[in-house]
T-cell receptor, first 115, second 112 residues
Framework: DGGITQSPKYLFRKEGQNVTLSCEQN?????MYWYRQDPGQGLRLIYY???????QKGDIAEGYSVSREKKESFPLTVTSAQKNPTAFYLC??????????????FGAGTRLSVL | QKEVEQNSGPLSVPEGAIASLNCTYS??????FFWYRQYSGKSPELIMS????GDKEDGRFTAQLNKASQYVSLLIRDSQPSDSATYLC????????????FGTGTRLKVLA
């Protein structure tokens, strides 16, 4: 079955530690996205990528980094510079990179907490 | 003004009633509009997409779009307790960057 796989489901970070969240899709989608969701809040865009080896900052990129070395994979690293990383992280993808009628699909999410 | 606004709720409706969820957006150039359902602790799942003015029906769900008023709504007929969730409105923005903008969601409670 095609879909978006995020791992791990739960992740704990120690202070000063970098952690990496995995996102893999087998939908052959061109564009991939990372969002952060805090309790009672909507989704805020961290980074997105429309093509391999290229990505753009979203609204809250500080303290995060990404790579897009393969079309299927878009890992997110939460660095020690991100002082408040506790949140629900969602990876998404869309088939095309141009605009209208382009539905965004989501992975199951990773819940990150600070120890 | 927020780019996509929703009433946070909770919106409580009795089982079998019609639930009406509303969303307004600020970008007049927006082309695509989406409603996602999100259960507590889970990821969003697409309920409806709508791209042109008017109504779009799919089973018990009807999405309504009025671009002149910058307004999109979701009606849920014959509401069931299993419809209890947070409903997120999302708009694809064409202003500047290529991105989807989400509202903060409306929490719906269907009372048995």
């Amino acid at each position: 079955d095609g879909g978006i796989t995020q791992s791990p489901k739960y992740l704990f970070r120690k202070e000063g530690q970098n952690v990496t969240l995995s996102c893999e899709q087998n939908l052959n989608h061109d564009a991939m996205y990372w969002y952060r969701q805090d309790p009672g809040q909507g989704l805020r865009l961290i980074y997105y990528s429309q093509i391999v080896n290229d990505f753009q900052k979203g609204d809250i990129a500080e303290g995060y980094s990404v790579s897009r070395e393969k079309k299927e994979s878009f890992p997110l690293t939460v660095t020690s510079a991100q002082k408040n990383p506790t949140a629900f992280y969602l990876c998404a993808s869309t088939r095309r990179t141009d605009g209208a009628k382009n539905i965004q699909y989501f992975g199951a999410g990773t819940r990150l907490s600070v120890l | 003004q927020k780019e996509v606004e929703q009433n946070s709720g909770p919106l409580s409706v009795p089982e079998g009633a019609i639930a009406s969820l509303n969303c307004t957006y600020s970008d007049r150039g927006s082309q695509s509009f989406f409603w996602y359902r999100q259960y507590s602790g889970k990821s969003p799942e697409l309920i409806m997409s709508i791209y042109s003015n008017g109504d779009k029906e799919d089973g018990r769900f009807t999405a309504q779009l009025n671009k002149a008023s910058q307004y999109v709504s979701l009606l849920i007929r014959d509401s069931q307790p299993s419809d209890s969730a947070t409903y997120l409105c999302a708009v694809f923005s064409t202003s500047g960057t290529y991105k989807y903008i989400f509202g903060t969601g409306t929490r719906l409670k269907v009372l048995a």
